[in-house]
């Protein structure tokens, strides 16, 4: 798994935590996930290209590094990749945006598209793409290979938990891209979710379970 990366910080393990208790309010966790999004943005963004620009401080004029948020692209797994978004923009708020739209079939656990926009130029640009669970894979895999239709520069995965079954679709289908993830849970179960997980992402950061 050379190209998984676990983000074990501290205060992303903490967060983690919290979340993952079933009498996490609404409001909690949808708080938390913004925070421990923000969290792993400085991870998965720790390798990205700079800039030189020339600028003026107080006393002189310097050369100084910048990163150019334009040529990024957060790509969001609708509707739940949705509660990673914020915090990743609260890093990089220059960074464009893109959205997948996927679901589940219920009885296959195939990922049927339903939506698709994204930003002009593609190719220019890096790509990372946040979905809160990589459970049985099928959704990141299908919304990479969508992705790479566009040949962007790169593209990276981010997701709170993943499982082995997860990581394996992903292997299998996607080599070349790497995975951040806060954790990697024991396994499925028979209806697709991550065990011990934390529920339904989507359910929990919109209140709809």
Same mark, same amino acid.
């Given at each position: 798994m050379s190209n998984v990366h676990l983000i074990d910080h501290p205060l992303v393990q903490h967060?983690?935590?919290?979340?993952? !208790?079933?009498?996490a309010s609404t409001n909690t966790f949808r708080r938390l996930l913004n925070e421990l999004s923000s969290l792993m943005a400085y991870e998965v963004t720790r390798d990205m290209a700079m800039q030189e620009i020339e600028i003026e401080t107080p006393l002189e004029t310097m050369r100084s590094n910048v990163i150019d948020g334009k040529k990024l692209v957060f790509v969001s797994i609708? !509707?739940? =990749?949705?509660? /990673?978004?914020?915090?990743?923009? *609260?890093? +990089?708020?220059? #960074?464009r945006v893109g959205h997948v739209g996927l679901y589940r079939d219920?009885?296959?656990? +195939? #990922? +049927?598209e &339903? &939506?698709?926009?994204?930003?002009?130029?593609?190719?220019?640009?890096? /790509?990372?793409? +946040?979905?809160?669970m990589l459970a049985t894979g099928n959704s990141a895999s299908a919304a990479v290979e969508r992705l790479k239709e566009l040949n962007p520069k790169s593209i990276k995965f981010v997701c709170l938990l993943?499982?082995?079954e997860g990581i394996a679709t992903m292997q299998k289908e996607h080599p070349d891209v790497p995975i951040y993830t806060a954790a990697i849970d !024991?396994?499925? *179960?028979?209806? =697709?979710?991550?065990?011990?997980?934390? =529920?339904? #992402? =989507?359910? !929990? /950061?919109?209140?709809?379970k």
């Open positions: 967060k983690l935590t919290l979340m993952r !208790r079933k009498d609708l !509707r739940a =990749g949705n509660g /990673i978004l914020e915090g990743m923009l *609260n890093i +990089v708020p220059g #960074a219920p009885k296959t656990l +195939v #990922a +049927v &339903y &939506y698709f926009k994204m930003p002009s130029e593609m190719h220019e640009r890096d /790509i990372i793409v +946040v979905d809160p993943t499982c082995p !024991r396994q499925l *179960n028979e209806h =697709g979710y991550i065990l011990p997980g934390l =529920g339904d #992402a =989507g359910d !929990r /950061i919109f209140g709809t």
